[in-house]
C-alpha cells in the first residue's frame, strides 16, 4: 500500500470518529416542553362562602335552655285584657321590625306590624266577635336581617257574663183573665197565662240562663208581653221592653212596677255580672 492511500484511510478514520461523539450529544440534549406548555402553572383564587344565616349559640346549666340569635332577644306579653281584645307588649334587645303572629289553636295565619322599628311596642289585639283564646308570638327582625322571636302567649278577651233572677212576679188582673211572658237575651219564660184567673196572681221564682255580654255593653232589655181579656171581648196583648241595667261586674237588686192593658206587673229581679 502506497503512503500516499495509508494517509488517506487515517483521515478518514478520525472524521468518522469526530461526527460520531457529536451526533452523540445532540441525541443527549434535553430538548425541553412543548411550546405550548411552557410557562408556570397558575391556580385560580378560592373564598369560602358567606353565610347570610345569623349565627346562634345556647348555653344551658342543669335543666335549663337559655337560646339567643347572634345576640338579639325579644320577650312579649300580654299587659291588660279589655272586653273587646288583649294588649300586647314585645321589648327587644336593640330596635326591631316587629310583627304579632296570632291565631286559634297556633300563632298562626292572622299578622298585624307594630310601630316601629323600635325596641319596645306595643298594640291591641281587637277579639270583640269571640271569647275563644288565641295563640300569639312576636318576631322581629333588625337593621342587618337578624331575626328572633318571642315564646308563645295564650290569652283571650275579657269575658262578662250576665244571669237574670226573677226572684218574685205577681201580676193584679181587676177584670177578666191576664198573663204574662218574659224575654231575655234570646230566651222566653211564660210564668203566668195567657188565661190565669185574677184578682192576684203569683209565680215561682226563676232565672234566664247566663249569657256573654257584648263589649261596652251596659243595659239589656227584658220584654214583657202582658196578655188580658174580658169576655166577650177578644184578648189582647202588649209588649213593654222593661231596660236592665248591667253592673260591670257584681250584682244588683231591681224592684219594678210595670202597667199594661189593664194588668200590672209587681217584678223583683236580680242581676249578676261576672269576669273571667
Known sequence: MSRRVLVLLVALGLLATVVGVAGGLMLGRDPGPAPAAAGPATLPETTAPVSSEPASSTSSTGSSTTTSTAGLTLKARVVQRLEDGVVVRYDASEAVTAVLAWGFGGPSGHQLRFPGPAAQGTLKLALDRTTR??????????????????????????????????????????????????????????????????????????????????????????????????????????????????????????????????????LRLRVTVTVA
Not at 194 to 206: C, F, K, L, R
Not at 208 to 234: I, K, M, W, Y
Open 133 to 266: 283564646a288565641v295563640s300569639m308570638r312576636v318576631t322581629g327582625q333588625s337593621a342587618d336581617g337578624r331575626a328572633g322571636s318571642s315564646d308563645t302567649l295564650t290569652a283571650r278577651r275579657l269575658v262578662r257574663r250576665v244571669v237574670l233572677e226573677v226572684q218574685a212576679l205577681s201580676l193584679d188582673i181587676p177584670r177578666g183573665t191576664g198573663g204574662i211572658a218574659t224575654g231575655f237575651r234570646g230566651t222566653t219564660y211564660t210564668p203566668l197565662g195567657p188565661a190565669t184567673d185574677g184578682p192576684i196572681v203569683s209565680s215561682e221564682p226563676y232565672a234566664f240562663p247566663s249569657t256573654v255580654l257584648g263589649a261596652g255593653e251596659r243595659s239589656s232589655p227584658l220584654a214583657l208581653r202582658f196578655f188580658h181579656q174580658v169576655r166577650p171581648d177578644p184578648r189582647r196583648t202588649q209588649v213593654v221592653n222593661l231596660a236592665i241595667p248591667l253592673p260591670r261586674t257584681g250584682g244588683s237588686t231591681l224592684t219594678r212596677d210595670v202597667t199594661a192593658i189593664g194588668v200590672t206587673a209587681h
